[in-house]
Every structure is written in structure tokens, then in C-alpha cells.
């Protein structure tokens, strides 16, 4: 988080990490193909030629807060390849919530659990508590076979601490509801180091429905709080 009081800016950063091909990049890009582009920026991707990513992809959004501050949203994703865990840590500097994007697939468990360990260790080399930066879990791909079932998924959220989203990210499915768990995650940690609410009067409430008016959520858990009436302006 970068509060900027001369210029009224507060910047968020949130982070999609993850094991190589879970589907972190798809995730942004169907965020970008449904915010507005009054209120986004142009998806950045660096890409290897077979589309892995290289460096990182960054969505920001943006919106004016009723008190006048400008808030960007920056959304990140990691590259999951093994050898680029040095960019990892970089991208992971300074976030204010992280997305862990897992392949909900049995064969694939020893693998998010060992990104998970690497999330942990970055953040510790990058100085960040991990338990001060809130993670929210995605488990994709949900549509391929030998997929953990619903009631494990269900018995996961029981143990843990972090919400625990499924998702098929190529169809769109869980995807703008973890970008909501995420960004709430966000905002309370925002809120327990700055005061977000008492100093530059941005509440949660105004936080989550700034972004979400802006997206098009048709078809998802998040239409009936944000979907826009028929015809009409966002709300
Ligand atoms: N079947 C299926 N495929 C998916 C899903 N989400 C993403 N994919 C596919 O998985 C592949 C990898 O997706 P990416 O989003 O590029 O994965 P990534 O996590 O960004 O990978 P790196 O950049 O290498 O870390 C692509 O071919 C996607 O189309 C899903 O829900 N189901
Ligand atoms: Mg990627």
C-alpha cells in the first residue's frame, strides 16, 4: 500500500501466486475482459513464446473515491516456473493480500503445497509477516478429472484460516468471486495499518462496490449485490 496524502492517491497491490500453470494469468485476463475500460488500464504480460509468463502481468484498475482520494488497484500475477522464483519474490514486495491460485487436481497437490512453503519463505525474505498479509486460496480447474471433491474442499475451509474459493477460471467460474475475497482481504488489512476509514473516509463498503459497479458480473455469485439493471448505468 502507498498512501499518498499531498496527492490524495492511495496505490493497492495484490498478488496472484502460484505453481506454474494454475491459472493465474487467465485469471487476470478475464477480470480485464470484464472491468469497464473507463476504469482499467491496459493488461501488461510478458510472455515466453508458449505464453508461460515471464516477468509478471499487471492489471490496474482505478476509481475516485467519494472524498476525493484516487485509489489504484494493482493486480499482479507471479511466474509459477520453477526458475523464476527470484522474479516471484520481487513481484511479491510490498502486497497487500495475495490470490494463491492452486490446481485443484489430486496429482497436482505436492506441487501447490510446495509453492505454498515458497509464498511463505518469499515473504519472509521480503520482510513481510505472513501473518500480517491476509491470502485468499483458489482451487482451479475444477472442470478436469480427478479434481479434490466438493467435501474436500469443504473440510479444507474448515482447517484453514484463509477462504478457500473453486474455480474454473477458463469459463470464468470463481474468478471475480476470489478477486472479491481477495480485495476485501485486502482492505481490512489496509484498514488495521492506516486507518483507511477515518483518514481518507473510504469504508469497505465503498471499497468493494468502487471496483465491483465497474465489472460485469453477469452469472456470478456477485450480480445480486453489483449486477447493473437491465439497460442501466452501473449502480
Ligand atoms: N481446463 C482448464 N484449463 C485452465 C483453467 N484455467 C486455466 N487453464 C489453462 O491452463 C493453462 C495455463 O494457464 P495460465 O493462466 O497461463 O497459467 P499461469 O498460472 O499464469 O502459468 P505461469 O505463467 O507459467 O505461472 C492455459 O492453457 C489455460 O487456458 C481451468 O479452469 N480449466
Ligand atoms: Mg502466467
Redesign the pocket.
Given at each position: 500500500m502507498q498512501l499518498n496524502h499531498a496527492q490524495r492517491e492511495l496505490t493497492v497491490k495484490v498478488v496472484?501466486y502460484?505453481?506454474?500453470?494454475?491459472?493465474?494469468?487467465?485469471?487476470?485476463?478475464l477480470i480485464h475482459a470484464r472491468t469497464l475500460t473507463e476504469v482499467r488500464g491496459r493488461l501488461l504480460t510478458v510472455?515466453t513464446h508458449d505464453?508461460?509468463?515471464?516477468f509478471f502481468?499487471l492489471l490496474p484498475v482505478f476509481f475516485n473515491t467519494a472524498a476525493g482520494f484516487k485509489v489504484k488497484v494493482k493486480l499482479f500475477?507471479?511466474?509459477?516456473?520453477v526458475i523464476?522464483n527470484a522474479t516471484r519474490r520481487i513481484v511479491l514486495q510490498g502486497a497487500d493480500a495475495v490470490a494463491f491460485?492452486a490446481d485443484s487436481r489430486r496429482s497436482a497437490g505436492a506441487e501447490n503445497n510446495s509453492y505454498w512453503k515458497n509464498l511463505h519463505e518469499n515473504m519472509r525474505e521480503n520482510g513481510l509477516d505472513p501473518a500480517q498479509v491476509p491470502v485468499v486460496i483458489q482451487f482451479?480447474?475444477?472442470?478436469?478429472p480427478d479434481t479434490k471433491a466438493d467435501a474436500e474442499l469443504e473440510e479444507s475451509r474448515k482447517r484453514g484460516a484463509e477462504p478457500i474459493i473453486g474455480?474454473?477460471?477458463?469459463?470464468g467460474?470463481g474468478v471475480l468471486e476470489t478477486l472479491y475475497e481477495v480485495l476485501r482481504a485486502a482492505y481490512r488489512s489496509m484498514e488495521a495499518r492506516a486507518h483507511l476509514a477515518k483518514n481518507i473516509q473510504l469504508g469497505e463498503q465503498e471499497f468493494l462496490s468502487q471496483v465491483f459497479a465497474n465489472i460485469d458480473t453477469t452469472g456470478t455469485q456477485l450480480e445480486k449485490a453489483y449486477g447493473r439493471k437491465a439497460g442501466g448505468a452501473a449502480r
Open positions: 496472484y502460484g505453481p506454474g500453470l494454475s491459472g493465474k494469468t487467465t485469471n487476470l485476463q510472455e505464453d508461460r509468463t515471464l502481468d500475477t507471479v511466474p509459477g516456473q523464476h491460485i482451479n480447474k475444477r472442470d478436469l474455480a474454473v477460471a477458463i469459463r467460474e
